[in-house]
């Protein structure tokens, strides 16, 4: 659990048992230690090891990280060995491009999904690994809502939900977003997913020393660790529809201990 943190330490172990869980990797939170021992530079031989997993990864799933036809999407996500809920950062859908969000569209039968998935990707990865302020992007997709979506829809009473949006007004709201991040950064979204994955990585080490995160730790009297690790875990998806869900499940009744599905 030290050097997976928690999460991967769980994910290993489930996989270990044969429970169901997405194929991924981690990086041990060594790699976080030596980052800030070292000037915040990444140990030799890192990015050629991230590579090769990520390489395992892909032929496991049979999908290719940013593939125009079936993208591997994945999810980057912090993991300490203590618990640190909402100190650190998670980027999803990772993968997403002008190219493969059209690959996911087609796998799912489901565009408006698929863009859906897309405008949360350039957020998060907006917000969480180029430090734009949330707010831009929530401004955003409120003019939206507010200028197409409630005309559209002859809504008079009520606020537009996100739901109600549909596939044009998505792909106006992603061109805005695309906007919001190259005013910020005098750059493009990137469309290269090793760049995005490289900018993620960087994201979550990064979080472990943010001001929240280390006033958690020092709030919480949390000492000893020697960082977070970093999990790179294929997408699953909760929100493609009527039929998907996301929630928590145990392996026992959690009151009782008793050993059935909970």
């Known amino acids: 659990k030290d050097i ?23 990086i041990t939170a060594e790699v976080c230690d030596y980052y800030y021992r070292n000037n915040r530079k990444y140990p030799k031989g890192f990015e050629q090891e991230v590579n090769k997993n990520l390489a395992r ?7 290719k990280l940013g593939d125009r036809k079936d993208p591997l999407l994945v999810s980057v996500r912090s993991g300490a060995a203590r618990s640190m809920p909402g100190m650190m950062e998670t980027i ?25 998935a897309y405008r949360r990707f350039i957020m998060m990865y907006g917000s969480t690994a180029m430090g734009l302020p949330r707010k831009k992007f929530d401004d955003e997709f409120d003019g939206i809502k ?9 809504i008079k009473t009520r606020p537009a939900l996100d739901t109600d949006v549909n596939e ?11 906007h919001v991040y190259k005013d910020h950064t005098g750059k493009d979204f990137p469309q290269d997913p090793q760049e995005q994955l490289w900018g993620a990585i960087g994201a979550v080490i990064g979080s472990w020393m943010a001001e929240k995160a280390m006033t958690y730790r020092r709030v919480e009297k949390i000492t000893g660790l020697t960082g977070t690790a970093v999990n790179v875990v294929q ?8 039929t998907s ?14 050993d059935v599905f909970y």
Request: hydrophobic share 35%; proline share 3%; glycine share 16%.
């Open 4 to 26: 997976l943190g928690g999460k991967g330490a769980g994910l290993a172990e489930m996989t270990n048992i044969g429970l169901p869980v997405p194929s991924g990797f981690t």
């Open 235 to 242: 997408m699953v998806f909760g929100n493609r529809g009527a």
């Open 92 to 116: 999803l859908n990772l993968g997403l491009n002008d190219g493969s969000v059209e690959g996911l569209a087609g796998k799912t039968d489901n565009r408006r999904f698929a863009l859906d």
């Open 168 to 178: 044009e007004e998505l792909e106006a709201l992603i061109r805005r977003f695309k």
């Open 57 to 63: 990864l892909e032929k496991l799933v049979g999908k």
């Open 245 to 258: 869900g996301t929630g928590v499940c145990f392996t026992r009744d959690p009151n009782t201990g008793e």
């Open 146 to 154: 507010e200028r197409k979506t409630r005309v559209r829809l002859n």
